[in-house]
């Protein structure tokens, strides 16, 4: 029995239910630390459910946060959700959300791992989200999924492509919107989600620049605003699309198959798939490739690596490093400034 410290400075007390043998949480209401203590000592091990704490079982809340997902993501992050979820309740049974311990997270996680490493992985940030989003809608307190570890993955190097290579894709296609968003995605970095979901209100032509914007309708991975400054390549796109488009609104979508029709993430990567393999590329080339390659291609072009996570919107240097293997130019280059050193 032991006492931690919540987000919001409230202590609780966490401990093992003799009962049932399950970690339980009793909060001190209190966010002196003296109190808290004083609390522990007269504490009995009596636990009432919190009456700011709503039951939840895992089952609801899967269909709950189901439910959020469909309407602000893919439906591939959606049909991940729900796969998470249902090992998940096949593993621990549909407990209550609050019963849910690291324990039983991590023991999960590393029967998955056996099976299907890649699985793991899967449930692990797909979970880890889901939770998180529990304690923000008020079911839980703190996430049990935080404190799992997976073992290490081998991951190979992302698959990039050079620009001549690029330049076959919407070469294999005479449908000028499907060449402006595989040109956006090649020069710009932009999740394929962001494009599908962009409005004219995101474009600045006098600043040069494109805000990457969330509301009720779409959110970013990332979760935040953000800025790319567009190339000319990225700029001539954007005045193509305008003068294209009639009754211009600010809060029109930039590509629509039909007016007030946005384009869909599956309809344009099906769309791609099929331009990739009329120029008999690799099969390895997803719509995301594109950004691994404007990402690929300013590293090797001698980009520092934190100007290149800014740009992707990255939360985590660790997930821009996958490209730092290109920086291989810039190590020699670095090297031989001890020869010049040397010589002063």
């Known amino acids: 029995m032991y006492l931690s410290k919540r987000k919001n400075g409230y202590y609780f007390i966490e ?56 309407k602000t993501f893919s439906k591939k992050y959606l049909s991940s959700v729900e796969l998470s ?100 995605g090649f020069y710009s970095g932009m999740r394929l989600g962001e494009m599908v979901n962009m409005r004219w209100s995101w474009v600045d032509f006098e600043g040069g620049f494109i805000t990457v914007l969330g509301d009720q309708h779409f959110i970013s991975k990332g979760k935040k605003d953000r800025k790319i400054p567009m190339s000319a390549i990225v700029r001539e796109i954007f005045e193509r699309r305008l003068a294209n488009s009639s009754n211009y609104n600010s809060q029109d979508y930039i590509f629509m198959r039909i007016p007030g029709i946005k384009l869909t993430e599956d309809y344009v990567s099906r769309k791609f798939k099929k331009a990739v393999k009329k120029a008999n590329l690799s099969n390895k080339i997803h719509f995301h490739t594109l950004r691994h390659s404007f990402a690929s291609n300013l590293v090797q072009n001698g980009v520092d690596l934190y100007v290149v996570k800014e740009l992707l919107g990255h939360e985590d240097i660790r997930t821009t490093q996958v490209y730092s293997h290109l920086q291989t130019d810039n190590l020699f280059k670095a090297v031989k400034l001890l020869d010049t050193v040397s010589k002063i």
């Not at 339980?24 to 459910?49: C, H, W």
């Not at 935080?146 to 050079?162: G, Q």
Request: charged share 30%.
């Open 15 to 70: 401990f093992v239910d003799p009962v049932s043998g399950r970690v339980r949480r009793k909060s001190t209401y209190s966010k002196r630390k003296q109190e808290a203590i004083m609390f522990l000592k007269n504490f009995d091990g009596e636990v009432d459910p919190p009456d700011d704490q709503p039951q939840k079982s895992l089952a609801d809340f899967a269909g709950e946060y189901s439910d959020f997902v469909k």
């Open 85 to 184: 979820f249902r090992k998940l309740i096949e593993s621990v049974g549909n407990l209550q959300l609050a019963e849910i311990t690291v324990r039983d997270s991590q023991r999960f996680l590393t029967e998955t791992h056996q099976r299907a490493k890649r699985g793991a992985e899967l449930y692990y940030r797909t979970l880890k989200a889901a939770f998180n989003r529990a304690i923000e809608w008020g079911y839980i307190s703190s996430n049990p999924f935080l404190k799992c570890r997976l073992p290490r993955v081998y991951k190979s190097y992302p698959v990039f492509l050079t620009k001549k290579e690029f330049n076959l894709i919407p070469d294999s296609t005479d449908n000028q919107l499907y060449r402006d968003i595989f040109s956006l």
